[in-house]
């Protein structure tokens, strides 16, 4: 069966990537995942911080006057807190690129400009097939309006897109005023894709010790669906390579995906529990369902349940709002 699919402009044999993640990190899972069929590997993000704090700490150590930056420093998360360093993070990539053959897509995780240039074109230089910029922000700043927001992330890729001569994917969060807005000032901006979307781990509060309390809790298949609702809605009106990533635990997510519209699919949470050969047991099964349903190729089904395929994706969506609040009630 063909399971064949374009991303970024890079043949993939199939349409599941392994998503940004701790996966990446040893050499060994990295083989695995490629073993069981993994079509490209995203790595870790680097983040802005991490770059600013190395550049700090380069100036602090050459000015020789650690302590004007005290304060400063204090404001960026322990160095322990993230995997990799800037620099160790370029040599983990050169050392994967060299261990596999799939493509390698670097990723960055920043808010500003000037924070990603360089090192966005060091990842292209030390070998990455593509570039994926997590625009990661959420603006608590009631003074700041959504245009000014957008602005500054539409301006954030097309100066990265005008730096590399790489693919360059943009990894988004549902969080914008006008989604379909940004998503096609974005297009214009010559991002060759769009992920959508990014998970926001949320902190809780411990009421007995008074604390903020991290935890991480894994996607499962019902996140899908604001994923399919988007990827539909935007299937055919941009340009770009469309992504989905969280929720896709099983075969029939990615089908639901690909009817979608989604050139690739990101898997992570199914991995980090069921391990990499999970992979190859939902590569199994995608082949069997296409079989069994009469598919002679994924490409053949994208796209044929996008919004595209209705003249007013608006008034479709807004019918079938009302039709299941009908439901409900007829149901009650």
Do not use: C
Request: hydrophobic share 45%; proline share 5%.
């Amino acid at each position: 069966m063909n399971l064949t699919t374009e991303y970024l402009g890079l043949t993939l044999p199939n349409p599941i990537i392994v998503g940004a993640s701790p996966l990446s990190d040893d050499l060994d899972t990295v083989k695995r995942l490629e073993d069981a069929g993994a079509a490209a590997i995203v790595l870790r993000s680097l983040f802005e911080e991490q770059i600013v704090r190395e550049q700090m700490a380069e100036f602090v150590h050459l000015e020789g006057h650690a302590e004007s930056f005290a304060e400063a420093g204090s404001i960026f998360p322990s160095p322990h807190a993230f995997a990799l360093g800037p620099y160790a993070y370029l040599e983990h990539l050169r050392k994967v690129k060299r261990a596999v053959r799939i493509p390698v897509i670097a990723s960055l995780n920043g808010s500003s400009p000037g924070g990603w240039i360089e090192y966005a074109r060091l990842m292209a230089e030390a070998g990455a097939d593509a570039l994926e910029l997590n625009l990661y922000r959420i603006s608590s700043d009631p003074d700041l309006d959504a245009a000014t927001i957008e602005r500054a992330s539409v301006d954030t890729v097309k100066a990265v897109r005008e730096s590399v001569t790489v693919p360059v994917a943009v990894k988004l969060s549902p969080f914008y005023t006008a989604f379909a807005h940004v998503a096609r000032a974005l297009d214009r901006a010559y991002a060759d894709g769009l992920v959508l979307f990014n998970r926001f781990y949320q902190p809780d509060i411990d009421v007995e010790e008074l604390t903020a309390t991290r935890s991480l809790q894994l996607s499962d298949s019902s996140e899908l669906r604001l994923r399919l609702h988007w990827i539909a809605m935007l299937a055919g009106r941009v340009r770009a390579s469309l992504a989905v990533t969280g929720g896709v635990h099983t075969a029939l997510d990615v089908v639901k995906a690909t009817m979608a519209g989604a050139h690739a699919t990101q898997m992570v949470s199914a991995l980090l529990m069921k391990g990499p050969g999970h992979l190859r047991s939902v590569l199994h099964d995608l082949d069997r369902w296409l079989v069994e349903h009469e598919w002679e190729s994924l490409g053949a089904m994208r796209g044929n349940m996008s919004f595209s395929k209705v003249p007013d994706p608006d008034a479709y969506e807004r019918a079938n709002y009302m039709l299941m609040l009908q439901s409900w009630r007829d149901a009650g």
